[in-house]
């Protein structure tokens, strides 16, 4: 590829891949990941020596880092997407969320999550092996981060079906301690009335 159009594809990508990804990230985990802040300084250090100094090899290492730097993107939202349903999981553990969306909201969820888990694993895997080239590990982690998103997606439409659970799960529960209570209260007014 001509070295004006590899720039402008690293200028293409900061602005409609890496700049998106890093406000969602801010938006999700309230942080700038440095390991992305690094790569991209890197990226703008490659650029400025090709552009002053006319270093052909400084444009391949810019672009290098900008896939990098879109990579490490993948990998931290893949991470904030998984905290974000542990900690779905925990708020919601006392509720009884096989009532949700008639019970197919929990087998939905479980799906998705393993596939997306598998799918971050492979690419993990990948990456410390070092068996595959840059490209096929960019599909990887890309892949990956497509799973978790559905997931992500899934769980934020199904916001109303998991408050139908939460709400009947109270009353259930509400309902089962008033019938403990009632049987208590029977069972001491039969011994009461049996002794007198």
């Not at 100094?53 to 900008?66: T, Y």
């Not at 899934?154 to 403990?180: G, M, P, V, W, Y």
């Amino acid at each position: 590829m001509e070295t004006n159009n590899i720039e402008e594809k690293i200028y293409w990508q900061y602005q409609n891949i890496i700049a998106p990804f890093i406000a969602e990230l801010e938006v999700r985990d309230n942080e700038y990941p440095i390991e992305i802040f690094n790569e991209i300084r890197s990226v703008f250090t490659h650029l400025s020596r090709y552009k002053l100094q006319k270093s052909d090899k400084d444009i391949s290492a810019a672009e290098s880092h900008s896939k990098r730097a879109i990579l490490d993107c993948y990998k931290y939202l893949c991470i904030s997407m998984e905290e974000k349903v542990c900690d779905f999981r925990n708020e919601y553990k006392d509720i009884d969320l096989g009532l949700a969306d008639n019970g197919k909201f929990l087998p939905e969820l479980n799906r998705l999550e393993l596939k997306a888990k598998n799918a971050f694993k492979l690419a993990k895997e990948t990456e410390v092996k070092n068996e595959i080239d840059e490209d096929e590990r960019y599909k990887l982690f890309e892949s990956a981060y497509n799973e978790y998103s559905e997931m992500d997606k899934f769980l934020d439409d199904s916001q109303e079906a998991i408050l139908f659970a939460s709400t009947h799960s109270k009353r259930s529960n509400r309902i089962t301690i008033i019938s403990c209570i009632i049987t208590v209260i029977s069972i001491i007014v039969a011994i009461v009335s049996f002794f007198f």
